[in-house]
T-cell receptor, first 109, second 116 residues
């Protein structure tokens, strides 16, 4: 099975950097992904890491360490529109996704 | 290219009634997944369907819940004799294929079911 943990809430100031950590324990590793979900909306895909290291996509970066069972999502130059829930998760197999409870990020002016 | 569509967006039912949730996958997608999100909890996998086939329903309660994805028309998640504990957001996702590796799933806006 999968056990995925991430903080419940984080608050940061506009323009700042926030790092959302995620630890996982899986019976088999098939990668680690991040989704963004604004309140009342659909989750949208942000990133998928299979290999160790940092992957950067504009203001968002995702890091993975398979040996440590650890990932983080880094949000730079925070904007008000980044206020959302960020879901860490792992595929159990090639179609079943297991999610953490999500981290609600609040960006303050 | 329209995204995943779900309707209704909000559904209110009284205990004992039936709820029918509809999902139209993205154009060209033949794989549909249903997830449930309870307040303060993560998305939980319920069922995976391909056209006319249920591939994996291991996350779906054995009673009262059923799902289908007919050859024509949307996928339907049906909840019979709803109870208050069924109140949640139900999300549908679709993907073009399911293969040897993870394929990005595109989520719909969800249906928020409230059982009175």
């Amino acid at each position: 099975g999968q056990n995925i943990d991430q903080p419940t809430e984080m608050t940061a100031t506009e323009g700042a950097i926030v790092q959302i950590n995620c630890t996982y324990q899986t019976s088999g590793f098939n990668g680690l992904f991040w989704y963004q979900q604004h309140a009342g909306e659909a989750p949208t895909f942000l990133s998928y890491n299979v290999l160790d290291g940092l992957e950067e996509k504009g203001r968002f970066s995702s890091f993975l360490s398979r040996s440590k069972g650890y990932s983080y999502l880094l949000l730079k130059e925070l904007q008000m529109k980044d206020s959302a829930s960020y879901l860490c998760g792992a595929p159990i197999n090639d179609y079943k996704l297991s999610f953490g409870a999500g981290t609600t990020v609040t960006v303050r002016a | 290219n329209a995204g995943v569509m779900q309707n209704p967006r909000h559904l209110v039912r009284r205990r004992g009634q039936e709820a029918r949730l509809r999902c139209s996958p993205m154009k060209g997608h033949s794989h549909v997944y249903w997830y449930r999100q309870l307040p303060e909890e993560g998305l939980k996998f319920m069922v995976y369907l391909q056209k006319e086939n249920i591939i994996d329903e291991s996350g779906m309660p054995k009673e009262r819940f059923s799902a289908e994805f007919p050859k024509e028309g949307p996928s339907i998640l049906r909840i019979q004799q709803v109870v208050r504990g069924d109140s949640a957001a139900y999300f549908c996702a679709s993907s073009p294929t399911s293969g040897d590796h993870y394929n990005e799933q595109f989520f719909g806006p969800g249906t928020r079911l409230t059982v009175l």
